[in-house]
């Protein structure tokens, strides 16, 4: 129980997160379990430390896969699980998280013995190009989702970068379904992003389900004065689309 003293005091509060039971539960976990994580947490605060005002912020210190529940280790279904690293990262930056930390940065999950990337490395890699320090994170909805897709299937996110460049980041969790897909923007000044050549990072599998590497190519937005950007997504794969201030 939080004393009234300790709350009187309390700068922030610190989290762990272990998530997932089997591989096909994990890839729901970002979006199912991190809002409602913040959304509780900030009640239980309030409810305990009711002279406390404003929003305690919170960082996430230890967080990644529940590997006591399920084995994960290269090269089984690596690629889903990047893309839960990917999701959760954007998902922690939306709820606003202080900091972030994955459990383990030297083992087979980030940075293997030998350094090489792994698949957590390569989804906050992902993350890294959505949105840093200092930048403001905006809602993104699917304007036009793919028939194909189920809700939940298909994850977005975007952010307006410090310097109003912007960017967007969709997360599909589909093993066989391609996503042809038109993101809505809010917040997005009309004509004042779009259109204009950006970049493209797409951190997509090989060999059917394996992690494969992020790479980067120019894009053109293909809109006029909108709020929207389309964007063709492979399947198990994150993509994230740059475009700088026009």
């Known amino acids: 129980m939080l004393s009234a003293a300790t709350c009187s005091a309390m700068d922030f509060g610190v989290n762990h997160w272990y998530a997932g039971s089997s591989f096909a539960d994990l890839i729901t976990r970002p979006h199912t379990d991190i809002p409602k994580m913040f959304s509780d947490l900030a009640a239980k605060v309030k409810a305990r430390c009711t002279t406390k005002t ?49 459990l383990e940065l030297h083992n087979d999950s980030y940075l293997g013995e030998t350094d090489m990337a792994q698949w957590g490395y390569k989804g906050q890699q992902m993350a890294g190009y959505l949105a840093n320090g200092g930048d403001a994170m905006v809602t993104a909805t699917l304007e036009t989702p793919p028939a194909a897709f189920a809700s939940g299937v298909l994850q977005t996110h975007a952010a307006k970068h410090a310097d109003g460049s912007l960017s967007v980041m969709v997360v599909n969790t589909s093993p066989t379904e391609i996503a042809a897909a038109t993101v809505k923007i809010t917040g997005l000044t009309a004509g004042s992003n779009l259109p204009c050549v950006g970049t493209r990072y797409t951190y997509a599998p090989v060999n059917g389900d394996n992690a494969g590497t992020v790479t980067a190519a120019p894009i053109f937005s293909g809109n006029d004065a909108t709020n929207q950007v389309s964007v063709q997504v492979p399947a198990y794969s994150v993509v994230v689309v740059a475009f700088p201030k026009s």
């Open 54 to 102: 404003g929003t305690i912020p919170l960082a996430v210190t230890e967080w990644g896969p529940n590997t006591l529940n399920f084995k994960i280790m290269p090269p089984a279904s690596t690629q889903l699980v990047g893309l839960f690293a990917a999701d959760s990262y954007a998902q922690f930056m939306e709820q606003g998280a202080i900091h972030t930390d994955w």
